[in-house]
């Protein structure tokens, strides 16, 4: 009987046990977040939105053909606007089908496997470092000067990338590989939001003052008034119930959505970068906390949306473009900004002394001016996806870098990893020998074809 009741208490306990813990995996299992059930953690690219597996996933955790889309859904306006050097139609030609028995290049999982940390690499690539060298085997044979090169040095910056080369490509390197370190006249190309909104619509042609403000409330604090006046959104008509009004009632905040009402481009941007893309997948915004880079640690539960950066009512872009960058990140580029000969062009503009297209900022680099076509009118854009040409970091070249600097200053720089730390305040001991090999190879051509040309 004692012993009976000595395993009463016990019983009890491992049943309260087991249905609790039923109970956390099925709620686990049935709600929105299911990274307790991860196999591994998630790339650097995709750890934010692991919470909801569907999001990549659908129905189908096996089927390569559901991940593809998957991926394509995100990534492949990216791989179009860079003429992907890899697409998957050049594998669908008959004559490549051998390559495909030895790695599958139809399908995106075949070198960026999720969840393995292990074997991970730079960009999320899961592929050993030499595999251009399993389709590649012969290169040495056509082209002497890789004779005595590594295996894994193919994507060395102004070699190869799998993907994105549109700065890479031999007749890139031999047409722009002679331009001085630093252009003539450096051009940052300027925005033209207010442009677009004036043509597009009367309303924003005309400035409010704050006697003109229609906001429901009846106290408020006066300087918000006051901010507001001197923003953009007064100067061109834009007024407080143009962002506080919601199903026609008032409303005392103005999240993501409103602000996407009339910036629908850069919004769709910001969703797709690293400060939004938990609106996409997941409908939840991403905190400080969420990244895996360095950041003030005061800031972990601050929030990201428009205002995080811009304000709530001063919308101060300048404010956004640097200030705003360094109140979180806490990494060596970011904190060496301010040494640079980057910011001093900056404050050059601020001062007088040099033209505003002039000023770098750390938006002017990594939330690149991008011109598109909006209700058929052209416009120039701020593109608030920084993975646009983030890594490989090549891709700033020609959206960047060379509206001031020329291209092979450019990429020996980007090659340069203690210099990038330094946010380029130096020069950078990169040699980059690609240029020399474009152009001896641009001179064969020309002879051979001075040649043919004189026996013809």
């Known amino acids: 009987m004692k012993k009976y009741l000595y395993k009463k208490p016990l019983l009890l306990l491992w049943i309260v046990l087991a249905v609790f813990t039923t109970g956390f995996y099925y709620e686990r299992l049935t709600g929105n977040d299911r990274t307790t059930f991860l196999p591994g953690a998630a790339t650097d690219g ?16 096996e089927d390569e053909k559901v991940l593809q889309k998957s991926c394509v859904s995100c990534h492949g306006p990216e791989l179009k606007e860079a003429k992907d050097s890899h697409p998957m139609k050049k594998f669908r030609d008959p004559r490549n089908a051998d390559r495909l028995e030895i790695i599958n290049a139809m399908y995106c999982v075949t070198c960026h496997v999720e969840h393995k940390p292990e074997r991970t690499g730079n960009m999320g690539v899961t592929m050993p470092e030499d595999f251009c060298i399993l389709c590649h085997k012969d290169v040495a044979k056509k082209r002497k000067s890789h004779a005595d090169m590594k295996f894994n040095s193919c994507d060395d910056a102004g070699c190869h990338n799998y993907h994105d080369n549109r700065a890479l490509y031999e007749e890139y390197l031999v047409k722009h590989g002679n331009l001085p370190a630093q252009l003539p006249k450096q051009i940052v190309v300027e925005k033209t939001l207010n442009q677009y909104f004036t043509e597009l619509d009367e309303k924003y042609r005309n400035s409010l003052t704050i006697d003109q ?24 008509g834009v007024n407080c119930s143009s962002c506080h009004s919601k199903n026609n009632k008032w409303s005392n905040y103005a999240d993501v959505k409103t602000c996407e009402n009339c910036h629908e481009l850069e919004v769709l941007g910001f969703k797709s970068g ?7 997948a997941t409908n939840a915004t991403v905190t400080v906390a969420n990244s895996r880079l360095n950041y003030k640690s005061k800031k972990n539960k601050d929030h990201l949306s428009c205002t995080s950066c811009h304000g709530d009512h001063k919308f101060n872009v300048d404010y956004a473009a640097i200030d705003a960058c360094l109140n979180c990140h806490e ?21 007088g002394t040099l033209e505003s297209t002039a000023g770098v900022t750390c938006a002017t680099c990594h939330l690149p001016r991008k011109t598109v076509s909006q209700n058929g009118i052209e416009r120039t854009l701020v593109q608030h996806n920084q993975n646009e040409n983030l890594e490989p970091n090549e891709k700033m070249v020609r959206s960047v ?32 020998k690609g240029f020399e090999m474009a152009l001896e190879r641009e001179l064969k051509k020309r002879a051979k074809k001075t040649e043919e040309n004189n026996e013809g």
Not at 222 to 232: C, E, G, L
Not at 274 to 280: A, I, N, P, R
Not at 407 to 421: T, W, Y
């Open 213 to 236: 403000q229609d906001s429901k409330l009846d106290q408020l604090n006066p300087k918000v008034f006051d901010q507001w006046q001197k923003s953009r959104h007064a100067a061109t």
């Open 331 to 351: 990494d060596k580029h970011s904190k060496n900004f301010k040494k640079t000969k980057h910011y001093a062009t900056w404050l050059n503009t601020k001062n």
């Open 401 to 432: 870098c060379m509206n001031c600097h020329g291209l092979r200053f450019s990429l020996e720089s980007l090659a340069d990893n203690e210099l990038v730390k330094s946010n380029f305040n130096g020069v950078s001991k990169i040699n980059n």
């Open 46 to 61: 995709h750890h934010q939105i692991i919470s909801d597996c569907k999001f990549c996933h659908g129905d189908g955790f």
């Open 274 to 280: 690293k400060h939004g893309m938990m609106l996409s």
